[in-house]
């Protein structure tokens, strides 16, 4: 079946310490995006890929960076982890972008200690 | 600020009865509208949605409504059924914006009681 594949599913990493959190997907879809979601909260989309366009929201810290090799995978680094950066986080992709549908992955909950 | 809004953090309803969840948004120019679902330790999956140029859409169970001047939808599951039990989220998109933003709300968890 076509997906969208996060991994890991948990992440715990240090206060500080960099991680990197991988998505791929077997859809072939040109949007690929990455999305936080805190507790209780909406997802709030940090960065989306057309092709190998990337395209920054206004309010995504500095310390998220993003990668995207090829077509198949996209990478979120979060270069020095905060306490506030713990939350889920969800990959998503879409064909042409625009408010075609979205598939998401099942996400990576991210623990910071 | 919230623009999408789901003020219902939860919802109990019986089996075979009607789920009505609500949302509202503040942003007049979205004009493109979703309802996704979710389940635990699943991504949120694609349920329904409708243009701001129609006032219902239905799927099978699933009815969404629009009311533009209220600023308002909802959407109907008739008959609710315990597989329907989820974290349902509603979102707005602005599609002439030239950005690929998906607006959402904090969803509303629906419990179906059997």
């Known amino acids: 079946d076509a997906m969208v594949i996060q991994n890991p599913r948990y992440q715990v990493t240090q206060f500080g310490k960099p991680v990197t959190l991988s998505c791929s997907q077997t859809l072939n879809h040109n949007v690929m995006y990455w999305y936080q979601q805190k507790s209780s909260q909406a997802p709030k989309l940090l960065f989306h890929y057309y092709d190998k366009d990337f395209n920054n929201e206004a309010d995504t810290p500095d310390n998220f960076q993003s990668r995207r090799p090829n077509t198949s995978f996209c990478f979120l680094d979060i270069r020095s982890p905060g306490l506030g950066d713990a939350a889920m986080y969800l990959c998503?992709?879409?064909?042409?972008?625009?408010?075609?549908?979205?598939?998401f992955g099942p996400g990576t909950r991210l623990t910071v200690l | 600020d919230q623009q999408v809004k789901q003020n219902s953090p939860s919802l109990s309803v019986q089996e075979g009865r009607i789920s009505i969840l609500n949302c509202d948004y503040t942003?007049?120019?979205?004009?493109?509208f979703l309802w996704y679902k979710k389940y635990p330790a699943e991504g949120p999956t694609f349920l329904i949605s409708?243009?701001?140029?129609?006032d219902k859409n239905e799927d099978g169970r699933f009815t969404v409504f629009l009311n533009k001047s209220a600023k308002h939808l909802s959407l109907h599951i008739v008959p609710s059924q315990p597989g329907d039990s989820a974290v349902y989220f509603c979102a707005a998109f602005r599609s002439n914006f030239g950005n690929e933003k998906l607006t959402f709300g904090t969803g509303t968890r629906l419990t179906i009681i059997p």
């Open positions: 942003n007049s120019m979205f004009d493109y």
């Open positions: 409708i243009s701001s140029i129609k």
């Open positions: 998503a992709t879409s064909k042409r972008g625009g408010s075609d549908t979205q598939y």
